[in-house]
């Protein structure tokens, strides 16, 4: 079955998000009851950016009512929901995505937002940025679309383009084995197929799980533990302000917002070495 969908070739995530952009990026971004994909409307779509990072400027506040508030990063932008409202508290608001059709939308949806801007990013590391360049680094639904081995490698990039006193916040779930979840589901339908043995039924839900995420756009959820989380944190240089508890992802496994700061002096992590072993390229030659 892995045979045959690695001969499709599997999607890596962000082109999905790429189909999903390009069809419908404000529902595939707020999906509703049961993953639905609503039409939304687009000043209630940006209100609900508005109303989050309300929230989120109040636990900032009370957190670390000093952070400064010159230039703030959006991991996973989108459309810009939160970039444009974090832009009324920041002088500086960069949106970064991994979908061509996101960054598009992005910049045509925020012409009049002089302080926000917009990078296509598809490496797995923010090389773009300079190390300490932001106050603020934010982001929410997201990381958990992304696969656990790759989030592993943002985390410490989250932390070294934190400035001194800055503050990092990004929210995830547990590990989540949605194929586990498809593949184990009780058996409903006709009497034949309640009849089938298990060894039957899992084998063929597995190729048709695979079938489905490689050849369909769909999300795909992924999570890393707590511990682990807390671990590269800490080896990073990043300092825990709180982890809440945080669903944003669904119910099926816990998930939490990670508040991190830098401490006041810490050895700078080097910026990870390209992968081709080019010097990295200026950030205005990897912003399309
Ligand atoms: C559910 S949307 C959330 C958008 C935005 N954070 C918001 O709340 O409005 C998830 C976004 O993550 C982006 N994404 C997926 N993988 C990514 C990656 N490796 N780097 C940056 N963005 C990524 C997708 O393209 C998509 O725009």
């Given at each position: 079955m892995r045979g045959l969908a690695r001969l499709i070739g599997r999607k890596p995530v962000e082109r999905h998000w790429d189909t999903l952009g390009a069809r419908n990026a404000y529902g595939a971004i707020l999906t509703g009851?049961?993953?639905?994909?609503p039409e939304w409307d687009a000043d209630a779509f940006?209100?609900?950016?508005?109303?989050?990072?309300?929230?989120?400027?109040?636990?900032?506040?009370?957190?670390?009512?000093?952070?400064?508030?010159?230039?703030a990063l959006d991991f996973g932008c989108g459309v810009g929901r939160i970039t444009r409202a974090l832009s009324d508290h920041f002088a500086e608001v960069a949106g970064v995505d991994a979908a061509p059709s996101m960054v598009e939308r992005a910049r045509a949806l925020n012409q009049s937002q002089t302080r926000c801007t917009f990078a296509l990013n598809r490496e797995?590391?923010?090389?773009l940025f300079d190390t300490a360049r932001f106050d603020v680094v934010y982001s929410r639904l997201v990381l958990q679309h992304i696969e656990s081995q790759v989030v592993r490698r943002y985390i410490p990039e989250f932390v070294r383009v934190l400035g001194p006193g800055g503050v990092l916040m990004f929210q995830l779930p547990e590990p989540v084995n949605a194929e586990q979840a498809f593949c184990e589901a009780p058996v409903t339908g006709n009497a034949f197929k309640r009849w089938l043995p298990a060894s039957m039924i899992r084998p063929w839900r597995r190729f048709k799980y695979r079938l489905i995420v490689d050849l369909s756009a769909r999300m795909e959820m992924f999570g890393v533990s707590r511990d682990e989380v807390l671990s590269l944190v800490a080896g990073a240089g990043g300092r825990i302000l709180e982890v809440q508890p945080d669903q944003s992802h669904g119910q099926d496994v816990p998930g939490y917002a990670y508040w991190v700061t830098t401490g006041e002096h810490r050895d700078w992590p080097a910026p990870p070495a390209p992968r081709t072993g080019r010097p990295p390229e200026p950030a205005s030659r990897l912003a399309v």
């Open positions: 009851e049961g993953g639905a994909v940006f209100a609900t950016g508005r109303a989050d990072v309300e929230r989120f400027m109040a636990d900032l506040l009370r957190l670390a009512p000093d952070v400064p508030r010159r230039r797995p590391n923010l090389r």
